[in-house]
T-cell receptor, first 112, second 112 residues
Framework: DAKTTQPPSMDCAEGRAANLPCNHS???????VYWYRQIHSQGPQYIIH???NNETNEMASLIITEDRKSSTLILPHATLRDTAVYYC?????????????FGTGTKLQVIP | SQTIHQWPATLVQPVGSPLSLECTVE??????LYWYRQAAGRGLQLLFY??????ISSEVPQNLSASRPQDRQFILSSKKLLLSDSGFYLC???????????FGPGTRLTVL
């Protein structure tokens, strides 16, 4: 699996958009970008994933650059409950075993 | 929808004692199951994965073992705990075309 690079921490004002970047310059053609978040003392929660097109769901939007070497997770209106560690990972998306490597992620602090 | 149960939620054990953590899943069949550990301030580390009953693969050498006696049951064990085994243990399942992973609530283990 390709490695990812994320800033260790970010602050965001409540109600504003939170933009979390991720670099994955060694991503290969069949690897997807996945985002998870982990609120303190809980298990990680799946947020969104994508291959090359931008994706949006009820939680967030995912913007992937044309060369796929980086992406940005956007929380359009951050709330205090969005304070968590956000993990960006890349991996192939096929059935069977999936080795997933989680780095240390970005600790997002939403400020009132 | 899938549900992942883990117990116990917290556990304090002395060094050298045995360990058994259980994970059961509902709402799915023949899932891929994973055990992760998260040490304090660190990312998630994949310990074991299983693609079916009795099929276990280990990612890192350690004094832990895993078993899958039933399709929806995944057990993490140790004969003698070490201080370094302390951490947050997460069971996850992967399913579907994208094999996105869903995580259980976790077990916080403290070895004294």
């Amino acid at each position: 699996d390709a490695k990812t690079t994320q800033p260790p921490s970010m602050d965001c004002a409540e109600g504003r958009a939170a933009n979390l970047p991720c670099n994955h310059s060694t991503i290969s053609g069949n690897e997807y970008v996945y985002w998870y978040r982990q609120i303190h003392s809980q298990g990680p929660q799946y947020i969104i994933h994508g291959l090359k097109n931008n994706e949006t769901n009820e939680m967030a939007s995912l913007i992937i650059t044309e060369d796929r070497k980086s992406s940005t997770l956007i929380l359009p209106h951050a709330t205090l409950r969005d304070t968590a560690v956000y993990y960006c990972i890349v991996r192939v998306a096929s059935g069977g075993y999936q080795k997933v490597t989680f780095g240390t992620g970005t600790k997002l602090q939403v400020i009132p | 929808s899938q549900t992942i149960h883990q117990w116990p939620a917290t556990l304090v054990q002395p060094v050298g004692s045995p360990l058994s953590l259980e994970c059961t899943v509902e709402g799915t069949s023949n899932p891929n199951l994973y055990w992760y550990r998260q040490a304090a301030g660190r990312g998630l580390q994949l310990l074991f994965y299983s693609v079916g009953i009795g099929q276990i693969s280990s990612e890192v050498p350690q004094n832990l073992s895993a078993s899958r006696p039933q399709d929806r049951q995944f057990i993490l064990s140790s004969k003698k705990l070490l201080l370094s085994d302390s951490g947050f243990y997460l069971c996850a399942l992967g399913q579907g075309h994208s094999n996105e992973q869903f995580f259980g609530p976790g077990t916080r283990l403290t070895v004294l």
